[in-house]
């Protein structure tokens, strides 16, 4: 019998001589030095004697040399060699297993027999030797691979063949044998029912070395076979203890095997139907301390993402032991807590499925499961944002697998429309998801307009109240059960549902087509009857489901305000995943959605690319992909409701997608039907917006309007325009919209009849009041643009405007009158006719102006086109030009032509400007006739306040004028800024606010001593004023035409205006301020914060002022300049409230390292004022900030100065109070010295009455002393304060106070004890005690 084979702790420990008779290697042979002839003979012959001999020839002491000397050379060997070597080890192992089994059955028979014995005693023998061998190939290859990789990698970057034979199919092959020998009846080979520890533990602890290397897990049938030998160990074989600390080392160390271990752990429990692995580890973990998590960040991540693997594949199991886990929600790692959710979430969906059994377990696991969902509940308010996400992310996995119930539906919806308010933006993807999520597997059907809702459920009360009578008809919301397994209960309630609402086929969850306009197929009507549902109780579950309907409606309806903020955030994921709702909204018709979705049409001048592209995604998939008169009718829909912002960024989006050819021709051809009323039913105002879509397309693509210009001048000028006024308005937009061509074609066919219907629109009355301006306006502009001399027909338009106002009336009456201060000749039609003059004039100008600009353009052009063809004459093909070419352009350079060509035409250009209102010369133009008489109107207060509307249109045209020329602007500028402080008209202010802008762009000299009166708009009292004064100051001053001047403190007071839209105007404005340079705002703080600290502001809206300025610095080295600018601002200070609020400012900064040495350096600048509390709360504020993230070294030092704070507070409160009662009794003391004084003049009277035996008579003195004991028993708390320092009170046995002095002995009368000093002494005090008491009865 061969000696017992013993796993020695590594190969090369065979080598060692054994005292105690284990088989070991002897006589190992050399292989190295072997040729490769005598090699591959050796290894044939090795294989030879382990094919052709006994499975147990191994064990003979020959045979383990030679294999032994092999493996330990394996990494030597030929590749033909080796799998030789691997295949008769391997075949050998494969044959040995099912002798085990036969072995088994002949022990039985012969359970005495010696011989069956020592054929055990071989069979573990051999068994052990060949799964050691074989392990060991595994590990030596595997080390080989790694070396051999490495080695690759530092030669040479060229891709070289490491191994010529396939070794991945070896090792899969190796352990899975090893993983099957596990499975046969080893406690036979081993003699008892667990193997050898020695065995196990040689398995366990070179699998779980295998388990580190993650390329190996890779490799499918590897991972396998090592989850197989795993959980066969730790199951089947009880090493249980030793296999789960492995399992969490390696949990704790490596990401990749989380995954593995779980497969194995689910494998175990499935194939034993055992679970002590997977609850041993459960138990493990659950016992780890908390606190241990937070410091091991990424093994607590580990862990968790093993427990929700865990979670999904043994649920049931899971939910037994959840108990354990649950403690860690108080923890403080949020990776811990954010898994424990991710577990609970799987076990909702997967550990409560088809419960069976008898009622009360049934109960027990519904109850287990809604404890569960209250728990996801009360983890939506975590203290961590990831945390809170991950919980609205379950929420939203429970509703696509239809986990919640209807009961709980509501709740989840109120949920995540509150978190839709979070600070954090990750919370409030996720609770935008939840909603998208929770909109598509909506249990109430494919729409969810509340009215519908109601009119279906009004209609089933009736029914339930018909059914029984004595039901009252309130909620039974109550009835429906909340912990039910799904969203329909049993089914009966969906299904009612669906015949309700007579659904097709099933919800539709494509968005392109879910978004077509739904019928209301699936709603009741007030009139028609209603289906009959069946029963009482089926009809009392519909009424429930119909309320939960109701109510989601109602909640997702109300996140409407919600979403258009979210439209505005900076966030781009914000802005997407609102969009996203937006449109699941829309689908199922959610109330207001539609409204909100306009709404986002600004964003498509967003600067993000991503906002941009969801902006444009979703137009196209709400308004565009629909056949074409559908798309037609939506977009001349937007074209009619929309505002002027909605309007600019539809032609954006127009624009883009026509030059990407999403708007095609079909498309314009049915704009073109409804704007030529083709199309049956259609309305002028459709027809004005078909033509004002036409209108953005034109902008990119000229020719849309050049088939239908007949078209354009009939009906936009016809009488359509009488039926829809902003018509005619619509086609001069159109004009304006012609190519250069197709102008040409209009003037030659149609030109005399278009300028005669502009020159009607514009002096005629037909147009409303309101309308005309608008049309007026634009017809100007068209006038301009497509005549040939526009000025012109402009100067008859003018000419035809004035006679109108002033051939009517009396022209010189009127005129007077204005001059004189009058209004009597003005009446209610002149004063209409006079404001449209001067509307029309002041356009004209600005018009002319802007002609005049366009023609010097238009020659410069021309002339750098010409300067080109010149030069490119000049050369000849070789590339040299002529000699003389060459000398006269050098010539001309010299004299400086060219220079003065362009000066020439700088003069023109500014003497043409000049002309418009100015003129060159003592007789002024037409226009410059106007500008006098306009001044002096607008000067004539008394009048403008009488016709308001005279004002708005005398100040616009005058700021048109101011706008033109720089003298007129300079005379008028005292006018403009009284009228713009002092108008009573809220529109005329705003009106100037806007012109300031244009002002200050156009003459910043002039403007610039008037900056702090501009900044002075912010405070107007008009909403109106203070927007247009921020969008020009943030207009201005981003674009750098106004430098920050000191009144900067008035726009950051805006950042609290009572207005919300003003408060996000002046956020946006600092925003933006803050990507400028170097950040602006760095430098600007301290003199905001010191012109703030003296404003009568509020603290709260203080706080929130200075909080948003300062978290707009994101730099560290601003931060810490900031806390040294700060500190320096206590010197000098004495006033508690700035103090409090510098103090305040310091707590918002991010601390740095330096920031808060510096913190510490500055101690003496801030010492005096840390007496107040507020002071010292706000540097406490700031120290428990700062230990968060200080370094050891840091920390101590942060601990020494709180401590050095609050004994620094303390003696500072202490020497406060001393003061206060040093003043307190220094004023008494001069009190008392005051009324010593006063007793001098009763002296001179108590002398007159001194009798010869020495006693004092006085007549008053007895009823004064009388009167003084009243006095102090009746106002004992008044002279408390003096007996403080001069008297001793005692008290009576009646509770009455009575002034005993330690001077003054107060009797009914004064003996003298017989000299003269007593006498006065006597006397003085008398009469001090006599002023005393006067000043007492004062009091």
């Known amino acids: 019998m061969a000696p017992s084979f013993i796993f020695p702790p590594n190969l090369q420990a065979l080598e060692n001589e054994s005292h105690d008779g284990r088989l070991c290697a002897q006589n190992p042979i050399d292989i190295s030095s072997l040729r490769s002839s005598e090699l591959e003979e050796f290894v044939r012959g090795v294989s030879f004697d382990l094919s052709d001999k006994e499975l147990f020839c191994v064990e003979e002491q020959d045979v383990f040399d030679r294999v032994y000397s092999l493996i330990k050379g394996f990494s030597t060997l030929t590749p033909s060699c080796k799998l030789n070597l691997v295949e008769s080890l391997r075949s050998n192992l494969s044959v040995l297993l099912p002798n085990v089994d036969s072995l088994s059955r002949v022990s039985q028979d012969h359970a005495e027999d010696v011989p069956i014995l020592d054929r055990v005693a071989s069979h573990r023998n051999a068994f052990k030797i060949y799964t050691f061998f074989l392990l060991n190939i595994i590990l030596i290859e595997e080390s080989n691979i790694g070396v051999n990789k490495s080695k690759a990698t530092l030669s040479s970057r060229k891709k070289q063949p490491i191994h010529s034979w396939n070794w991945e199919p070896q090792r899969g092959r190796i352990l899975n044998l090893i993983a099957n020998s596990l499975e046969i009846n080893l406690p036979l080979l081993f003699g008892s029912s667990d193997p050898d520890e020695n065995y196990l533990s040689f398995i366990v602890k070179n699998v779980f070395s295998m388990f580190e290397n993650a390329i190996l897990l890779k490799d499918s049938e590897t991972k396998d076979a090592l989850c197989r030998i795993i959980g066969t160990c730790a199951t089947k074989y009880h090493y249980m203890a030793q296999s789960c600390a492995s399992i969490l080392h390696l949990m704790h160390k490596h990401d990749f095997v989380i995954t593995p271990m779980a497969d194995a752990v689910a494998s175990a429990e499935k194939k034993y139907a055992d679970g002590s692995l997977a609850s041993s580890l459960i138990r493990e973990i659950g016992r780890t301390n908390p606190k241990d998590y937070v410091k091991d960040t990424v093994g607590a991540e580990n862990i968790g993402r093993f427990l929700v693997e865990l979670a999904d594949r043994l649920p049931k199991l899971i939910s037994t032991n959840i108990g354990l886990l649950v403690p860690h929600f108080g923890g403080e790692s949020y990776k811990i807590r954010n898994a424990l959710v991710g577990v609970l979430g799987k076990l909702v969906m997967k550990a409560f499925k088809n419960v069976e059994g008898e009622v009360s377990s049934k109960s027990i696991q519904l109850r287990t499961k809604q404890a569960m969902l209250e728990i996801l509940l009360e983890r939506c308010r975590d203290v961590s944002a990831y945390t809170r996400s991950r919980v609205l992310q379950v929420w939203g996995e429970l509703c696509e697998e239809h986990s919640v119930s209807i009961g709980m539906w509501n709740e989840v919806a109120a949920v995540a429309a509150g978190r839709l308010e979070d600070k954090s933006a990750i919370v409030r993807k996720s609770a935008l998801n939840l909603l998208i999520m929770m909109l598509q597997h909506n249990p109430f059907g494919p729409q969810l307009r509340i009215a519908s809702f109601e009119a279906t459920l009004e209609q089933y009360k009736k029914k339930l109240n018909e059914l029984q009578p004595n039901l009252a008809s309130e909620s039974v919301l109550d009835g429906l059960p909340s912990d039910g397994d799904t969203c329909n209960g049993d089914g009966e309630v969906d299904s009612v549902m669906r015949e309700v609402g007579q659904v097709a086929k099933g919800q539709q969850d494509s968005l392109t087509d879910s978004c077509l306009p739904h019928t209301a197929e699936g709603i009741v009507e007030n009139d028609s009857p209603v289906p009959d549902v069946g029963n009482l109780e089926q009809t009392r579950a519909l009424v429930a489901s119909l309320e939960a309907g109701l109510r989601f409606s109602k909640c997702v309806s109300a996140t409407m305000p919600t979403l258009v903020q979210l439209m505005a955030s900076s966030s781009a994921t914000d802005v997407e995943n609102t969009i996203l709702l937006l449109m699941r909204c829309k689908q199922f018709q959610v109330d207001g959605s539609e409204a909100c979705l306009r709404k986002m049409l600004p964003l498509v001048f967003s600067q993000d690319k991503s906002t941009y592209e969801a902006v444009e995604n979703a137009f196209v998939t709400i308004y565009i992909r629909k056949s074409s008169m559908e798309t037609a009718k939506n977009l001349l829909n937007l074209a009619i409701d929309s505002n002027i912002g909605d309007l600019a960024a539809l032609e954006f989006i127009v624009g883009a997608l026509v030059s990407k050819g999403d708007i095609s021709t079909s498309m314009i051809s049915a704009l073109w039907d409804f704007f030529c009323f083709n199309v049956s039913g259609t309305t002028a105002e459709q027809s004005r917006g078909a033509l004002s879509v036409l209108c953005m397309a034109a902008k990119l693509s000229h020719g849309i309007l050049v088939s239908h210009l007949q078209d354009i001048i009939d009906i936009g000028f016809g009488r359509w325009a009488k039926v829809e006024p902003l018509l005619a308005r619509t086609a001069c937009v159109a004009l304006q919209r012609l190519s250069e061509a197709d102008k040409k074609k209009l003037l030659s066919s149609n030109g005399t009849r278009i300028f005669g219907i502009l020159e009607s629109l514009i002096t005629s009355f037909w147009l409303p009041e309101n309308i005309w301006y608008a049309a007026a306006d634009k017809a100007i502009g068209a006038i301009y643009v497509i005549h040939p001399t526009p000025e012109t027909l402009a100067s008859d338009l003018v000419q035809k405007s004035l006679s109108s106002v002033f051939d009517c009336g009396g022209g010189d009456e009127l005129q007077n009158d204005i001059e004189n201060g009058g209004s009597s000749v003005l009446s209610t039609v002149q004063v209409t006719k006079l404001s449209r003059y001067l509307f029309i004039v002041s356009h004209v100008a600005m018009n002319q102006l802007t002609y005049i600009e366009s023609c010097v353009r238009r020659i410069q052009k021309q002339k750098a086109k010409k300067d080109k063809i010149d030069a490119e004459s000049q050369y000849v093909p070789n590339g040299m030009a002529p000699a003389d070419a060459v000398k006269e352009n050098g010539i001309n350079a010299e004299l400086g032509l060219a220079a003065s060509e362009d000066a020439i035409l700088d003069s023109l250009s500014e003497r043409a400007e000049k002309e418009i209102i100015s003129g060159g010369s003592a007789e002024k133009n037409l226009i410059g006739h106007c500008a006098p008489f306009l001044s002096k109107l607008c000067r004539n207060f008394s009048l403008m306040q009488k016709y308001p509307e005279l004002q708005a249109s005398g100040m616009l045209a005058l700021c048109r004028f101011m706008i033109i020329d720089a003298n007129f602007c300079e005379a008028n500028l005292q006018l403009l800024f009284t009228v ?151 010197s000098g200070v004495t006033d508690v409230r700035q103090w409090e609020y510098v103090s305040y400012c310091l707590s918002q900064l991010a601390f740095t390292e330096k920031g808060m040495k510096k913190l510490m350096e500055s101690f003496k600048t801030y010492e005096h004022a840390l007496s107040e509390d507020s002071v010292m709360d706000h540097f406490k504020n700031i120290i428990s900030k700062s230990k968060k993230f200080a370094k050891p070294e840091l920390k101590s030092c942060i601990e020494e100065f709180e401590e050095k704070l609050n004994k620094f507070h303390v003696e500072r409160k202490e020497q406060e109070v001393t003061a206060r009662n040093a003043q307190v009794h220094q004023q008494k003391v001069g009190s008392l010295e005051s009324l010593m004084v006063d007793g001098s003049t009763v002296e001179e009277c108590q002398e007159a009455d001194v009798v010869e035996d020495g006693e004092v008579i006085d007549p008053s003195l007895k009823g004064m002393t009388q009167s003084l004991n009243d006095v102090s028993k009746s106002r004992t708390s008044k002279v408390e304060e003096y007996s403080d320092v001069s008297s001793e009170v005692i008290e009576s046995e009646q509770g009455e106070s009575e002034i005993q002095s330690a001077k003054v002995h107060l009797r009914g009368s004064s003996k003298s004890r017989g000299k003269k000093t007593n006498m006065k002494d006597q006397k003085r005090d008398t009469s001090t005690s006599m002023s005393t008491r006067r000043n007492l009865r004062s009091v």
């Open 980 to 1130: 713009v402080e002092n108008a009573p008209s809220e529109t005329v202010r705003s009106n100037c606010t806007i012109v300031l802008g244009d002002l200050a762009v156009r003459f910043p000299n002039l403007l610039e001593p008037w900056t702090e009166n501009m900044y002075a708009r912010l405070q107007d009292s008009s909403v109106s004023v203070r927007k247009n004064a921020v969008l020009v100051l943030s207009h201005l001053i981003l674009n750098d035409m106004m430098k920050v001047k000191g009144y900067i403190n008035e726009m950051a007071m805006r950042l609290e205006d009572e207005d919300e839209r003003i408060s996000k105007l002046a956020k946006l404005f600092f925003h933006e301020l803050s990507k400028k340079g170097s950040n602006p705002i760095y430098n600007l703080l301290p003199d905001i914060l010191g012109k703030l600290c003296n404003r009568n502001l509020k603290r709260e809206s203080f706080c929130n002022i200075m909080q948003f300025l300062i978290g707009s610095i994101k730099k560290d080295k601003q931060m810490e300049a900031l806390v040294e600018k700060l500190c320096n601002r206590f």
